[in-house]
C-alpha cells in the first residue's frame, strides 16, 4: 500500500520553513526522500533507518519513527531551489528489496 | 558513485507498435532492477522487478503479456511496451540498488503514444 504524504502542496516564501510527513500502513525497514523536478528523475536527499533516526544535512533533515510507522522531512529557510515534488520512498525489509513512492508532495518556493 | 543510463530520453511511436526502454548499470553488477510508471502529477508506481536470469514479477494490475521485461546480464535490463496505445504515454524510470541501502535511478524515458 502507498504511503500518505501530508500536505499535497504548499507555497512558500524564500526563507521559511516547511514540514512535510510520510505515513504508512505497514511496518518500515527504511524511508528514503527524494525531490524530483519535473520532467526529471527524483535526486535522492536521504535514508533513515529504523531506530528513531534522525538525520540532516544543511538545512534539510529528516526523522523517522518507526513505532508509528511516520517519517518527517524539515526544509529550514528554504531556498529557490527546494521547488519541485517531495516523494517519501518506503521498504518494509522483505526479501524484494523494492521501493514504495508516497503519494507526493508538491513545494513551490517564492522569491 | 553509481550511475544507471537509460534510453532513449523520450520517444514517440504510433498506435500499435511497440517501444523498447534500456537500462545499464555502468559501474556495479544489478541483479535486480526496478521499473516505475508516471503520469502528469502523479507519484511513480512500481511495475516490476527484473531479476537477472529469471522472471520478472510484475505488481498487481501491471499486464506482463503488454509489459514485457527482460535482464539477460547482469548490468542490462530492457522493458518493451507492446502494441502500444496513447494510454501508454507515460514516464518510465528503472532503478537499481548499488550496495547498501540507496538506490540509483536511470534519467528516465518520455513515452509519447500517438
Known amino acids: 500500500q502507498q504511503p500518505v504524504q501530508s500536505p499535497q502542496a504548499v507555497i512558500l516564501r524564500e526563507g521559511e520553513d516547511a514540514v512535510i510527513n510520510c505515513s504508512s500502513s505497514?511496518?518500515?525497514?527504511?524511508v528514503h526522500w527524494y525531490r524530483q523536478k519535473h520532467g526529471e528523475a527524483p535526486v535522492f536527499l536521504m535514508i533513515l533507518l529504523k531506530g528513531g533516526e534522525q538525520k540532516g544535512h544543511e538545512k534539510i533533515s529528516a526523522s523517522f519513527n518507526e513505532k508509528k510507522q511516520q517519517s518527517s522531512l524539515y526544509l529550514t529557510a528554504s531556498q529557490l531551489s527546494y521547488s519541485g515534488t517531495y516523494f517519501c520512498?518506503?521498504?518494509?525489509?522483505?526479501?524484494?528489496?523494492?521501493?514504495?513512492f508516497g503519494t507526493g508532495t508538491l513545494l513551490a518556493v517564492q522569491p | 558513485g553509481a550511475v544507471v543510463s537509460q534510453h532513449p530520453s523520450w520517444v514517440i511511436c504510433k498506435s500499435g507498435t511497440s517501444v523498447k526502454i534500456e537500462c545499464r548499470s555502468l559501474?556495479?553488477?544489478?541483479?535486480?532492477m526496478f521499473w516505475y510508471r508516471q503520469f502528469p502529477k502523479q507519484s511513480l508506481m512500481l511495475m516490476a522487478t527484473s531479476n537477472e536470469g529469471s522472471k520478472a514479477t510484475y505488481e498487481q494490475g501491471v499486464e506482463k503479456d503488454k509489459f514485457l521485461i527482460n535482464h539477460a546480464s547482469l548490468t542490462l535490463s530492457t522493458l518493451t511496451v507492446t502494441s502500444a496505445h496513447p494510454e501508454d504515454s507515460s514516464f518510465y524510470i528503472c532503478?537499481?540498488?548499488?550496495?547498501?541501502?540507496?538506490?540509483?535511478f536511470g534519467s528516465g524515458t518520455r513515452l509519447t503514444v500517438v
Open positions: 559501474d556495479f553488477q544489478a541483479t535486480t
Open positions: 532503478s537499481a540498488s548499488p550496495g547498501g541501502s540507496g538506490y540509483t
Open positions: 505497514k511496518a518500515l525497514y527504511s
Open positions: 520512498g518506503t521498504k518494509d525489509g522483505g526479501a524484494t528489496n523494492k521501493l514504495i
